[in-house]
């Protein structure tokens, strides 16, 4: 594929925007201890949230990553803080094993009671901690891709309100432009209970907040095997051994064959996002109005917001479903944005960059513990929220003793029904055409 280097501005770099404020580094590394109580592998806003809850109990706590701290995907996202409007598409649906024991419904209230209770704790935790990273709670616009989609929004927006009270007006398309400069979708979904993050601030501060609590924190400090059962763990990593008495799982979309039971039940995606130059003001105004962050009903889907200070758009979303090169993806992002915007044809990209988000099958994030080991994954794309409170409910199942008021704790936790599916997609690029093409068909029939 040609590159049009037209796209890129002269300072145009392939990494995360985000960095340029707070970069993924190694600062608090320090030699990993050869005994703690609790070992945490994964530092990012699971595995850091996780740790803060149990070091704040006095716990002796160690927390390691293969890369630099944050470096997955908790640096790299769209900073949009939802409660619970994607987790509504994995439980709306057919019940499942997960109605097994009855009451599907009572399940359904209480997923999406967490999910409010995971938007809420982000405001808990940035005020708690002090955390400066632009937490601005401005409500999210979803765009009704094709026309039939819009009804199901006037649904869903009465569906929110009453199971949540996300105060959700569904908008019709005369009175879109109050929310978006666009005419491309036909109406849509205003939540005014959602945000959005400046990310890796976010993450900063929760590294800040375990380093203070006495975390010890092992950067570039890969995980090779875990032998062992609950309470004698020994934990070997490229760094040394470590013994300790807990284990916690919180790898996500960059699970491996550390624990390929897990690794056979996810779908790592490959998530790539712009950001482009600054805007005069009155067009990014123009853009997005009331600053929400914008998401969309297809099944390949785009999610895009105006970064801190309203001058400049994030655009991010699946150009592909397997890692390309950051040069690659903007392009097809650029395109898809000026789909979107058409005013932004002449507009060039600064920076351009993706990273792995984990997906499973009944599309709902998971926690429990499964051969002793502690685990909370599978964030389907939207984890800001909900992976920062699985963090944390994981680490209040260890301070309770095995006790959990979470109903995420015992939710059956589907394979990818995949023969001989062993965490490589080779299926993606298939599956996401299929996908492309069902869209393409439902936007022009208006199904
Ligand atoms: C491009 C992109 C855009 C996104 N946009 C949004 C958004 O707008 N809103 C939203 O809510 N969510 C979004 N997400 C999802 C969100 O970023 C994730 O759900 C969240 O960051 C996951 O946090 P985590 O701690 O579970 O995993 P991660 O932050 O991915 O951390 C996992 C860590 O485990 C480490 N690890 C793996 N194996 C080992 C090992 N063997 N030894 C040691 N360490 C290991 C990795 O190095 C990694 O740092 C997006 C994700 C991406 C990639």
């Known amino acids: 594929m040609t590159i049009d280097k037209t796209l890129f501005h002269p300072d145009y770099k392939p990494e995360p925007f985000w960095w340029e404020a707070a970069r993924p580094g190694t600062t608090y590394s320090t030699n990993l201890p050869t005994q703690t109580e609790i070992f945490i592998v994964g530092s990012g806003y699971a595995g850091l949230s996780a740790a803060l809850e149990l070091a704040r109990e006095g716990r002796s706590v160690t927390v390691v990553d293969a890369l630099a701290f944050g ?39 209480s997923l999406l009671r967490e999910s409010l209770a995971a938007f809420e704790l982000v ?15 401005r409500g999210r616009f ?51 209970r959602a945000g959005k993050i400046h990310p890796s601030l976010y993450h900063k501060g929760l590294l800040d907040a375990c380093n203070r609590v006495g975390v010890t924190l092992c950067a570039h400090t890969k995980v090779t095997s875990i032998d062992g059962s609950v309470g004698q763990f020994t934990v070997k990593t490229e760094k040394g051994n470590c013994r300790a008495e807990q284990i916690i799982i919180a790898t996500n979309g960059y699970t491996g064959d550390l624990t390929p039971k897990l690794r056979n039940r996810l779908v790592p995606i490959s998530s790539q996002i712009i950001v482009t130059e600054e805007l005069p003001k009155d067009l990014a105004h123009e853009l997005i109005p009331k600053g929400r962050t914008i998401s969309e009903t297809p099944r390949v889907t785009s999610y895009y917001r105006l970064l801190p200070g309203d001058r400049r758009v994030m655009y991010g979303g699946r150009a592909r479903f397997q890692d390309v090169p950051p040069d690659v993806s903007a392009g097809l992002l650029h395109r898809m944005m000026t789909d979107r915007w058409p005013q932004l044809k002449g507009t060039r990209i600064t920076h351009s960059w993706s990273g792995f988000v984990a997906m499973t099958t009944d599309a709902l994030p998971h926690m429990g513990q499964e051969d002793g080991l502690h685990f909370c994954t599978g964030c389907n794309g939207s984890g800001v929220a909900v992976m920062t409170y699985l963090g944390t409910q994981v680490a209040r199942r260890i301070l309770q003793d095995g006790q959990s008021d979470s109903a995420y704790f015992g939710l059956d936790f589907p394979g ?18 299929y996908y492309r093409y069902m869209d393409r068909k439902e936007r022009r029939t208006g199904t």
């Open 142 to 192: 979803v765009g009704a891709y094709s026309k039939a989609h819009y009804p199901n929004l006037v649904e869903k927006a009465e569906f929110l309100n009453r199971e949540m009270q996300l105060d959700a007006v569904a908008v019709p398309v005369e009175e879109q432009r109050s929310e978006i400069g666009s005419d491309f979708y036909h109406g849509g979904l205003a939540i005014n």
């Open 416 to 433: 990818v029904p995949v023969p001989l599916y062993r965490g490589k997609p080779w299926f993606l690029p298939i599956v996401g055409e």
């Open 71 to 109: 470096e997955g995907a908790s640096t790299r996202n769209g900073g949009g803080v939802s409660a619970g409007i994607n987790l509504g598409k994995g439980i709306s649906g057919s019940p499942g094993q997960n109605a097994r024991d009855g009451d599907h419904k009572s399940l359904v209230r």
């Open 123 to 137: 405001g808990e935790l940035v005020a708690r901690e002090n955390i400066d990273c632009h937490f601005e709670r």
